[in-house]
């Protein structure tokens, strides 16, 4: 006889805490061997995920709770990920809703709780870090109910169960004055308040697709939950495409979870995740099913992409020096194979066989996508992101951004000035006690393209930015681009002390001495609106009145480091950024070179 199942999704806000509380859950489950060495955030297992310290792409695991098995999901916290988040709701009874004792709900928490909702979810609520200075439990708990009413919910919706907690402290409890050093609260709510699954295992096989996963000893592995019936390890089955044909295979390996691992299973029944061997060309949101009876499942609906930027082959005069990967067919078929995983991502061709059209949900979305790209040694070139009008009942829409900014109070009225400026519309502003105020804005998405470097110079590094797609809606007006000039380099070299000494008074670079250049390529900001060419390749002339050593203690201001998200938002609609395994370049497009 099979165990009781529940299937539960962790959402949230962008570091609120989820995958640090699954951490805790985990532990407490004793999935882990006494004296076993366990890292912090062990779902994220992606490289970039650690080094950024947010989830990229959901996964799922399985502790057993009171001989229950207990699926958890857990999801990305930023907007650019939303369509992890939607595809893996089907899979799911209930889910577990948690959000910053000091910080309440946020624009992610809204899109979140939005499509829990519609999907008919009861959510529990998790009101986390309640050990943390400044942390007010009872205010969060207020305003996630306020969320909930915005959003619609229903009676049952709105009498959400809530627990206090600590991911960190590894423990929940269900009032402020109860005693707990544990997480066997919130597994007891997961029992009593997630619904056990509905599927039917005598109905016919249905499993839909929802991750796609690849071992080099079976090849592509499909994930999802058995929403009806009964699979078994080498048996038939039959996968519905999306366009409706339907391609027979057999069942090569069947697995289920069991804490981080994977374990094998001759069967598996109604309301399992299981993960299935045998498809080598299954994608996210299709059926497996019976082959005597094959009835399709919904196709997995996510929201549209809001952004677009043209991925291009290196045509550079540095191109092809760096990278092993840098023709057209093998970034086209990169970026087709990203198509298979990436739910929310969209690719198309254009008149040049050298130029893809990528949309995403953000600049985040995109530039995980690049980064990842170059780390597999891939070379290319990237446009300045754009957004994605829309046209409704004849009338151009653009997408609109709820944002929310945390800024000291001397940087609130500056804030408020630009974004004003970038066609924004406050919607509330809350002064803090701590020296800080928490702004509400709706703007276009287009106001917000190169907005985060601004914020941050305009808060000397001290503001929170967050923000969300809101909705789309009619055509604002011009919002004027206001960024200084470039410095761009005029011939081919490598930068110098000297030349670049010269030039300091000219604005601030991006580089720093003894870096290779190219004519075109930019070199730095000007500190006027211009853009202008600059030598930075000329060297002194050495005499014998003049010793090479004279200018050692003389020293060049810090340079401005371009990272790949700040390259993304400082580029303007004539420049593009050079993408390879090891170098980010800012640069002209050759027809806009500045003419000497």
């Known amino acids: 006889m099979s165990l009781p199942i529940r ?33 912090d955030c062990v779902m994220d297992s992606n490289d970039i995920e650690r080094e950024r310290g947010i989830t990229i792409l959901s996964k799922n695991t399985a502790v057993r709770y009171k001989e229950t098995v207990i699926n958890i999901i857990d999801t990305p ?24 004792a000091n910080e309440g709900p946020m624009p992610q928490t809204r899109f979140v709780l939005k499509k829990a909702l519609e999907k008919g979810l009861r959510p529990i609520v998790v009101i986390n870090k309640i050990d943390r200075h400044r942390a007010s439990p009872h205010t969060a708990v207020d305003k996630v109910l306020d969320l909930f009413l915005e959003l619609g919910a229903d009676d049952d919706q709105c009498e959400f169960p809530y627990l206090f907690a600590s991911g960190l402290g590894g423990f929940a409890k269900r009032t402020l004055e109860d005693e707990s050093s544990d997480m066997q609260p919130m597994f007891e709510y997961i029992l009593e308040y997630v619904p056990p699954p509905v599927g039917n295992p ?15 000893y079976v090849g592509r592995i499909v994930i999802g939950k058995i929403h009806n019936g009964v699979i078994k390890a080498g048996q038939l089955a039959s996968l519905i495409k999306e366009d409706g044909s339907i391609v027979k295979s057999k069942i090569s390996k069947l697995m289920g979870f069991e804490g981080l691992k994977r374990i094998e299973l001759q069967e598996a029944s109604a309301g399992n995740i299981v993960a299935v061997a045998g498809f080598s060309d299954a994608n996210i949101g299709e059926t497996i099913t019976c082959p005597n009876d094959p009835q399709a499942l919904p196709l997995i609906k996510v929201d549209e992409p809001t952004l677009q930027m043209t991925f291009s082959v290196n045509d550079s005069p540095f191109a092809g020096q760096e990278g092993k990967l840098v023709t057209s067919r093998q970034v086209r078929d990169r970026l087709m194979r990203e198509l298979e995983t990436n739910v929310a991502l969209r690719v198309e061709e254009t008149d040049s066989p050298d130029k893809f059209l990528v949309s995403g949900r953000g600049e985040l979305h995109l530039g995980i996508l690049i980064e990842n790209m170059r780390r597999e040694g891939y070379e290319f070139q990237v446009s300045q992101p754009q957004v994605i009008y829309r046209e409704v009942n004849s009338q151009p829409y653009e997408p609109f951004e709820y944002l929310v900014l945390d800024v000291p109070e001397d940087g609130v009225g500056s804030c408020i000035e630009r974004l004003g400026q970038r066609r924004a519309e406050m919607q509330d502003m809350l002064v803090g006690g701590n020296g800080r105020t928490q702004l509400d804005f709706v703007v276009p998405a287009r106001g ?24 789309y809606r009619a055509l604002s007006g011009d919002i004027e681009a206001r960024r200084n000039g470039v410095l761009i380099s005029f011939e081919e070299g490598v930068s110098t002390f000297y030349a670049m000494k010269n030039a300091e008074d ?8 003894g870096t290779k250049v190219y004519r075109g390529m930019i070199v730095g900001e000007n500190n006027r609106p211009q853009d202008l060419e600059l030598n930075i390749c000329k060297t002194k002339q050495l005499t014998n009145h003049r010793a090479a050593t004279g200018d050692e203690l003389v020293q ?21 950024v050079e993408v390879t395994p090891q170098s980010i370049r800012l640069r002209k497009l050759s027809k806009k070179l500045v003419k000497r």
């Open 7 to 39: 299937n539960v999704a962790i959402i949230a806000h962008v570091d609120h805490g989820k995958t640090t509380l699954v951490d805790a859950l985990l532990r407490q489950s004793g999935i882990f061997r006494e004296g076993e060495e366990v890292p």
């Open 77 to 100: 916290g930023h907007a650019d990920f939303g369509g992890e988040v939607e595809r893996v709701l089907g899979m799911v009874d209930g889910c577990i809703l948690i959000v910053d």
């Open 202 to 216: 005598e109905k016919s096989l249905q499993m839909q697709v929802t991750t796609l996963d690849y071992s080099e």
């Open 448 to 471: 917000l393209i190169g907005f985060r470097g601004e914020f941050m110079r305009m808060t000397r590094g001290e503001g929170i930015m967050n923000h969300s797609f809101l909705e």
């Open 506 to 513: 000219r604005g601030v670079f991006f580089i720093t001495p």
């Open 556 to 576: 060049l201001q810090a340079p401005m480091e371009m990272s790949l998200e700040r390259a993304l938002e400082y580029i303007g609609n004539d420049e593009l």
